[in-house]
């Protein structure tokens, strides 16, 4: 069988609107983590915050200055991801994996579910899944006058159908899948990973607090 390589990607913009210079704050959780993953042929870090660039290279990842019309509020991940497998020439049988800074807390047991599912012969991408806080039937679009986002009078929980919402906590696809997958990196023929785990994705202050007494009261 063809040896398929394994690519890290970390995304990392310099502006952040929520918590200033987060990513700078979070590096090191994420650097530890990767330290204890083997199976990656290089760790591209994609930035445009030259704070990185001395970080990158006592962490061994390679530092990529992303284009900035892919490092802006409203760049999607897939356009970063499009640069990248373009001016890295990636095989098309490469797998890509996202890792996000503000994702700091990560159990290695889900990578290694997701490594073998990226070996089988029709892997195509895949991602997690997490329940989400608030079902949809129960949203409201609050104007002046009010309006069910989804029209229904279902009150029973039991009569709710059952959804999911992505989470970037797990994210990996081949170069040929990329195209075809939406701006979140997803499809049809995406793999689902339903996590059940609270996974705690910091963007401000407060939800920085919240991760260090988790860590803390472990």
Same mark, same amino acid.
């Given at each position: ?17 929520? $918590?200033? @210079?987060?990513?700078?704050? +979070? ?6 983590? +990767? ?20 970080? =990158? ?5 390679? @530092? @990529? ?14 356009? %970063?991801? $499009? ?30 579910? %997701?490594?073998? &599912? ?18 949809? #039937?129960? =949203? ?5 006058? $009010? ?7 279902? @009150? ?18 081949? &170069? ?8 979140? $990196? ?15 994705? &910091? ?7 919240? #991760? ?7």
């Amino acid at each position: 069988m063809k040896k398929i390589n394994h690519i890290a990607i970390i995304p990392a913009r310099k502006n952040s609107k929520g $918590l200033r @210079y987060k990513n700078r704050l +979070l590096f090191d959780y994420t650097k530890k983590f +990767l330290k204890k993953i083997n199976w990656f042929d290089k760790v591209i870090f994609a930035s445009d915050d030259k704070y990185f660039v001395s970080k =990158c290279k006592k962490s061994n990842f390679s @530092y @990529y200055k992303r284009q900035k019309k892919n490092a802006l509020d409203n760049s999607s991940i897939k356009s %970063l991801m $499009l640069e990248i497998s373009i001016n890295f020439n990636l095989n098309k049988e490469t797998v890509m994996w996202l890792f996000y800074l503000t994702i700091p807390e990560r159990k290695i047991v889900d990578f290694y579910k %997701l490594k073998n &599912i990226t070996q089988k012969k029709n892997f195509l991408s895949a991602i997690s899944f997490v329940a989400p806080k608030t079902h949809p #039937f129960d =949203c409201w679009v609050v104007k002046k006058k $009010l309006k069910k986002f989804i029209n229904n009078d279902i @009150y029973r929980r039991q009569d709710k159908i059952e959804l999911f919402e992505h989470h970037h906590y797990l994210c990996a696809f081949k &170069i040929k899948e990329l195209k075809k997958l939406n701006s979140e $990196l997803i499809n049809s023929n995406t793999t689902p990973i339903i996590i059940k785990e609270d996974i705690i994705e &910091i963007d401000t202050k407060k939800d920085l607090i919240k #991760f260090k007494n988790r860590k803390l009261n472990k």
